[in-house]
């Protein structure tokens, strides 16, 4: 029996509104805005970009944060406002939705695969519980790939992530909660 792969349907409501013709060039102006805490990744990759609309000569960007208190979401819209304005759109407004919350499941598998490349383990990277993240959770090592690991802090760099450390190459090593 042939499976048929299935996608999230928040990624499938992210890929329809990003198809909007009306707006495409604008999603695309906007791939260049990187998440100022992990560079490697663009704010679409994150999922925290949610929505573009034109109203007019005005361009409204919706934005999530990861939690409700990331303190990166004003040099996000600093960055969003700044790459719009470089393009010729002088009259930009940033909205933050805080509902829906933020899915781990808006990351692209772009974003996932850059994650790791960038040294943090992405959300679907950790074997869980029927709770979520215990305290024997094994985040897979983006440096070594070993599921020898632990959980040093429920929190790492920030709080979106959790901080575990490899037991086989003894590399430290945020991992992004799947939320």
């Known amino acids: 029996m042939t499976e048929i792969p299935l996608m999230p349907v928040e990624q499938y409501e992210r890929l329809q509104l990003r198809s909007d013709e009306a707006v495409k060039d604008l999603w695309d102006l906007l791939d260049a805005v990187k998440d100022p805490e992990v560079p490697a990744l663009s704010l679409w990759d994150l999922g925290v970009l949610r929505d573009i609309k034109r109203n007019g000569k005005q361009i409204v960007v919706t934005i999530t944060p990861t939690y409700s208190g990331c303190p990166a979401m004003n040099a996000m819209a600093e960055d969003i406002t700044q790459a719009l304005n470089d393009a010729g759109f002088s009259d930009v407004e940033i909205k933050t939705s805080l509902a829906p919350a933020w899915s781990s499941e808006w990351m692209t598998q772009e974003g996932r695969r850059k994650l790791r490349n960038y040294g943090i383990a992405p959300p679907e990277d950790a074997e869980l519980d029927e709770d979520g993240l215990t305290p024997d959770a094994?985040?897979?090592?983006?440096?070594?790939?070993?599921?020898?690991?632990?959980?040093i802090s429920e929190f790492g760099s920030t709080a979106c992530k959790a901080l575990f450390q490899c037991n086989d190459c003894n590399e430290p090593f945020d991992y992004f909660k799947k939320i």
């Open 138 to 151: 094994h985040a897979l090592c983006p440096h070594c790939s070993s599921r020898n690991t632990r959980r």
